[in-house]
Nanobody, 117 residues
Framework: QVQLVESGGDLVQAGGSLRLSCAASGRIFGPNTMGWYRQAPGKQRELVATATNGGSTNYADSMKGRFTISRDNAKRTVYLQMNSLKPEDTAVYYC???????????WGKGTLVTVSS
């Protein structure tokens, strides 16, 4: 089983910055994609950004230019640098890992980001 533990969620003011971390442990073999999803109050979970172990990244349109995803494969950790935060960014942010071979998904329990006006 793969375990994902998120950290870094906090209460910040609009315009501020925050960096989230997700550390993976367990049996991870072969290529994979790690990413961030979020679920705001009263809304469905949505994609934020993903990154493969080979260096390819993908962002939701609303996050381009403000958020940056990165990976440290040696530490088995993925990061999300969030800048110019807006109140609408308030959500629980979930870490995800998907194996390229087999397609199995794993999820963290989430970390809360609250952006005040």
């Amino acid at each position: 089983q793969v375990q994902l533990v998120e950290s870094g969620g906090d209460l910040v003011q609009a315009g501020g910055s925050l960096r989230l971390s997700c550390a993976a442990s367990g049996r991870i073999f072969g290529p994979n994609t790690m990413g961030w999803y979020r679920q705001a109050p009263g809304k469905q979970r949505e994609l934020v950004a993903t990154a493969t172990n080979g260096g390819s990244t993908n962002y939701a349109d609303s996050m381009k230019g403000r958020f940056t995803i990165s990976r440290d494969n040696a530490k088995r950790t993925v990061y999300l640098q969030m800048n110019s935060l807006k109140p609408e960014d308030t959500a629980v942010y979930y870490c995800n890992l998907k194996l390229t071979i087999g397609g199995m998904d794993y999820w963290g329990k989430g970390t809360l980001v609250t952006v005040s006006s």
